[in-house]
């Protein structure tokens, strides 16, 4: 968890440093696309610095990673869905997850959409339910809007919450990256469960 820690610190630090090159952007952009196929490290991470430079952006930053963060969940999909045995089970290799793959299915034939809008905004790995939806052939036009919803509500939350509160967000990040995370999920999970 310290290594993990540590990690992340670093790459808030060295975004900090990059956050007003005019490359920084194009990074997130390919960042958010990869997270959502292959990549561990979560788009937060850079896009909190990012915002922290261009505050009076923070709108249009949630929404540029929320597209990138779909169109990379869309090329997920299609893999899983036509490159399942090629390329799909290996990135599910990747994350030990293979054995996982029962569960995946019980949980999408008993919650579907709501475990599409829980792991697309929660730290559970959107990655392996963008793979699975296209494995599982679930129905697309409700993978893409529940999608859009949960990464949206994410990433927009996040860039809005870096407005305004500024450099006090990198220190809560810092010391509470894994608890707000799980914290914040637990409140979305349940206002999914309230709406039902």
Known sequence: ?????????????????IADNKKSLNFLAVLSFLESIVIPIPPDIFLIPITLTKKYRWFYLGAYTTFFSI?????GYLIGMYFWDVIGIKIIDFYDGSHHLDYIKNIFDKYGWIVILVAGFS???????TLGSGMLG?????????????RGLRFITLTFLVN????????????HFVKFTIIISIVFIMIVLFLL
């Not at 968890?1 to 440093?17: A, C, E, G, P, S």
């Not at 730290?123 to 339910?129: H, L, R, S």
């Open 164 to 175: 305004k509160y500024g450099e006090k967000s990198i220190k809560l990040i810092e010391n």
């Open 138 to 150: 679930y129905n697309f036009i409700i993978f893409l809007l529940c999608s859009i919803i949960s």
């Open 71 to 75: 169109l990379g969940g869309i090329i």
């Open 1 to 17: 968890m310290n290594k993990f820690k540590t990690l992340v610190i670093n790459i808030i630090n060295y975004t900090i440093r």
């Open 123 to 129: 730290p559970i790995p959107y990655k392996i339910f």
